[in-house]
Nanobody, 121 residues
Framework: QVQLQESAGPGLVKPSQTLSLVCTVSGDSITTNYYYWSWIRQPPGKGLEWIGYIAYSGTTYYSPSLRSRTSISRDTSKNQFTLQLNSVTPEDTAVYYC????????????WGQGTQVTVSS
C-alpha cells in the first residue's frame, strides 16, 4: 500500500516569505519508473490547481503560472520530495496535497491527506 504524507507545514506564512512542504512516501520508491510525484493545491472555494511534479527520473515540470516561484526537489535516500513556493501572497492560501500520478493508468492513484497553508500578515 502506497502512502503519501505531507509534512505538517508552517500553517501560517507571511507574505513574501517562502512556503516549504515535504511529502514522505512509503510503500514505493519515488524512483520507480513512470510515476510522477506531484503537488496540487485547492484554494478556499475553488477547484484543484496543479502546481508541478518531479518525475521518477528527477525531471521537473511546473505550472506556467507558478513556474517563476516554484521549485520541486527530492531526497531519494529519505524517499521524500519537497515543494518550495517563493514570494507567497494571500492568493497562495490553500490546502496543499502531494499525489502520485501513474503514467500507466493516466490518473492520480494515491494522495496525501492535505495540509492547510494560510498566507497572512
Amino acid at each position: 500500500q502506497v502512502q503519501l504524507q505531507e509534512s505538517a507545514g508552517p500553517g501560517l506564512v507571511k507574505p513574501s516569505q517562502t512556503l516549504s512542504l515535504v511529502c514522505t512516501v512509503s510503500g514505493d520508491s519515488i524512483t520507480t519508473n513512470y510515476y510522477y510525484w506531484s503537488w496540487i493545491r485547492q484554494p478556499p472555494g475553488k477547484g484543484l490547481e496543479w502546481i508541478g511534479y518531479i518525475a521518477y527520473s528527477g525531471t521537473t515540470y511546473y505550472s506556467p503560472s507558478l513556474r517563476s516561484r516554484t521549485s520541486i526537489s527530492r531526497d531519494t535516500s529519505k524517499n521524500q520530495f519537497t515543494l518550495q513556493l517563493n514570494s507567497v501572497t494571500p492568493e497562495d492560501t490553500a490546502v496543499y496535497y502531494c499525489a502520485r500520478y501513474s503514467f500507466g493508468l493516466l490518473f492520480y492513484d494515491y494522495w496525501g491527506q492535505g495540509t492547510q497553508v494560510t498566507v497572512s500578515s
